[in-house]
């Protein structure tokens, strides 16, 4: 049985690819729409660390593959820890990052802080990309902000301007995104993939600065892939 920590492109890809195999997919549950993966699919936190490496003992778990999203940055860390205490094999699935095409402004930074603190000195009509969590290090930036969220931030803010849409996005509808709030500046985590790099290449049409924030490490000694291929190369690999 192979335990697919989910809710990403990627990992519905990957049950889909490992069908024929016992599969069980594990969503944290948060977003309204909950897109199921093919196979199994079990909802919810497993309680931290030690939660998940109990589950794993009591589950007949032959590997774990980690397909979360890039900025998971928590449950990532207790995949590794529990995988490490239990001794079942464990890979990361992360898809590659974005990187700069000529035409491109793009700055990057560490933290939501460090790029709310760089906005003032580029722009002054900011669309803001990062998702609901962490929108509030924005919230005095003292710059119009038009923020796009899949899911309401709960508090709602009401210094920024919401729009909740779910990619994948078009070129032509980001273009006409940016022209119709006279967009100047750009801020996005690197979450990479393609459903949501068409804000990258319109900024670059419309010649507007980008700041991104960085992705956060892996935990020291995970080995990552970054295609469902290499997850079924690695998983041949394992020993019967
Ligand atoms: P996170 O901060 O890394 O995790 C917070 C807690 O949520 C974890 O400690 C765990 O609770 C639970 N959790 C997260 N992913 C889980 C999973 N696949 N199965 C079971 N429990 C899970 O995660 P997050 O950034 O809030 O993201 C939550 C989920 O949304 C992730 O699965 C991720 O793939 C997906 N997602 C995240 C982003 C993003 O920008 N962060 C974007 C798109 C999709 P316990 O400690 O109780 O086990």
């Known amino acids: 049985m192979i335990l697919v920590l989910g809710g990403t492109t990627e990992s519905r890809q990957l049950a889909e690819a490992l069908t024929g195999t016992e599969v069980i997919t594990s969503l944290a549950g ?33 590997a774990v593959i980690d397909a979360t999203h890039p900025f998971a940055a928590q449950i990532t860390a207790n995949a590794a820890a529990a995988a490490r205490e239990t001794g079942v094999p464990h890979l990361v699935l992360r898809r590659p990052g974005w990187t700069a095409a000529p035409g491109d402004t793009w700055h990057w930074t560490d933290s939501t802080q460090e790029a709310a603190a760089l906005l003032p000195t580029l722009g002054k009509r900011v669309f803001l990309t990062i998702g609901r969590q962490g929108l509030s290090a924005f919230k005095n930036t003292g710059l119009w902000t038009l ?9 709602r803010p009401t210094w920024c301007t919401l729009l909740l849409a779910r990619g994948p996005f078009a070129e032509a509808d980001e ?4 022209d119709q709030h006279h967009i100047d500046l750009l801020v996005t985590k690197d979450s990479g993939g393609g459903a949501t790099a068409a ?30 291929d290499d997850v079924l190369v690695w998983l041949g690999s394992q020993p019967r």
């Open 147 to 155: 923020a796009r969220c899949v899911d309401p931030p709960e508090p």
């Open 175 to 178: 273009l006409a995104l940016l």
């Open 199 to 228: 804000k990258l290449t319109a900024a670059r049409r419309r010649e507007i600065p980008v700041v991104l924030i960085r992705r956060p490490a892996l935990p020291p000694g995970t080995t990552a892939v970054d295609s469902i």
């Open 30 to 62: 948060r977003t309204a729409d909950l897109r199921k993966p093919v196979g199994q699919v079990r909802v919810g936190g497993f309680g931290g660390a030690e939660g998940l490496a109990a589950w794993l003992r009591l589950n007949p778990v032959d």
